[in-house]
């Protein structure tokens, strides 16, 4: 049995940390608004986006792992300059506002648990978050942010530390009953902004390209076959979990929050913080408690992402060298991308610029840049060229198709909404 469980273990990585990260800060405050303003009602988003998301997410997987290389220098090598940069210069900045919202989250949420300034902990914890990227070997760094997934278990403790109309949340998951108006659609659109993200594309493959590298007698699927089975299986059972885990903490929130903040009338949540300090009186101090240890928890896992997949990018489009296995002085450009994008995102918190309000144009960016990028990976992974003999199955290529168009769906429903 503990056989059994080591290896299940062992095949959880990059599917599991990219999951985990997607419930960032800023991720719990969209959850906890949805089930503040609207109840159990939009649980069903959460069904949805499950399949899109694993259908996407492997698409980004299996490219790292089949060409050794990672989204955007898959771009490179196939799509024009322009393309590239404008993509990674998005992607930076989205990227860097994220870690600006994330970390305010993270000081507010300390300030509220033992007092003090929220900003003096946002600067702790940005240091804390680019130390333990540049400090840390690979395999040390990976095991560390596995660990921190067991952040996310502090949502499903607080679901049962109140009660809980089950029969309520399968309605809402099954047969919803929430009107389509702007201010739902808004929500729905934000549910799926912050579900599927471009940052969520490049970390997951860049981390194939880092496993892949840690191996020493390892190479890409396109130039060694040898093994390919167990290896796209390993990520298809990594991605599975990685999504499924990350879409059932997100319901989980909007459970939690339906049932003690919409219950009472309190529908107005703009921040992960401001959901658990509304709790407190509502659920008491160990909901409280609990909710504000996995928003700092769910940021220490979320922050490294968010920078380094910027770094990644940024690192990939110039050629340079990028991982993190490489020690500072091998890998200057890559680690000095991590380093702006996380001291850039502390230096926000500390400006006129509300990250808060700047998060708003953080989501339509990523809202607009993932669908020409979900474009890209769908044409890079059906093309023998760039994949040989492991283009993407019939079954993935509906998926993440249907994934691109639904995202483009939200797109335009976003604007119209706005």
């Known amino acids: 049995m503990i056989r059994t469980t080591n290896r299940w273990l ?35 988003t959460l069904l949805l986006t499950y399949p899109l998301m694993v259908g996407i997410q ?19 090598r196939h799509f024009p300059r322009p393309v590239l940069y404008a993509v990674v210069a998005m992607l930076v900045v989205a990227n860097t506002i994220n870690i600006a919202a994330d970390i305010a989250a993270m000081g507010e949420a300390l300030r509220l648990v033992i007092g003090g300034h929220m900003l003096v902990y946002a600067f702790g914890f940005g240091v804390l978050c680019l130390g333990l990227q540049v400090l840390l070997p690979y395999q040390v760094y990976v095991r560390y942010l596995k660990w921190l997934t067991l952040a996310l278990l502090a949502y499903v403790a607080v679901v049962f530390t109140i009660e809980v109309p089950w029969h309520e949340v ?41 496993e ?52 009472r009338g309190i529908t107005d949540i703009a921040t992960s913080a401001q959901a658990a300090e509304a709790l407190r009186p ?9 909710f504000s240890l996995g928003i700092i928890g769910t940021g220490l896992l979320a922050v490294p992402v968010l920078a380094g997949s910027a770094a990644y990018a940024v690192a990939e489009t110039f050629e340079w060298k990028s991982g993190l296995d490489l020690q500072l002085l091998e890998a200057r450009e890559f680690y000095a991308i991590i380093a ?24 339509v ?32 290529k509906m998926l993440g198709w249907l994934a691109t168009w639904t995202m483009a769906a ?8 706005s």
């Open 10 to 44: 062992k095949q959880l990585g990059p599917g599991l940390i990219t999951g985990a990260a997607d419930d960032d800060p800023s991720g719990i405050a969209t959850y906890s608004q949805a089930g503040a303003q609207f109840g159990y009602q939009l649980g069903w």
């Open 58 to 76: 492997m698409v980004s997987a299996r490219m790292g792992r089949v060409t050794g290389h990672g989204l955007a220098s898959n771009i490179r």
């Open 170 to 210: 399968v309605q809402g998951l099954l047969w919803p009953k929430v009107a389509l108006t702007a201010a739902s659609l808004t929500v729905i659109v934000a549910v799926f902004g912050t579900t599927i993200s471009p940052y969520l594309f490049f970390w997951q493959a860049a981390q194939e390209v880092e």
């Open 212 to 263: 892949l590298n840690a191996d020493p007698v390892a190479t890409a699927l396109v130039l060694d076959p040898a093994g390919a089975r167990r290896h796209l299986r390993r990520i298809k059972i990594d991605t599975y979990i990685g999504m499924g885990f990350s879409n059932l903490i997100a319901l989980f929130i909007v459970v939690s929050c339906a049932a003690t903040l919409h219950l």
């Open 282 to 290: 509502l659920a008491g101090d160990a909901t409280f408690l609990l």
């Open 340 to 363: 702006l994008a996380t001291l850039g995102g502390v230096a926000l918190d500390f400006s006129p610029i509300d990250p808060i309000k700047a998060l708003f144009w953080s989501a």
């Open 365 to 396: 960016i990523n809202g607009v840049i993932a669908v020409p990028i979900m474009v890209v990976m769908m044409l890079l992974a059906d093309d023998p060229k760039v994949m040989g003999a492991f283009t993407v199955t019939r079954r993935l």
């Open 410 to 417: 939200a797109v335009v429903a976003m604007f119209v909404a």
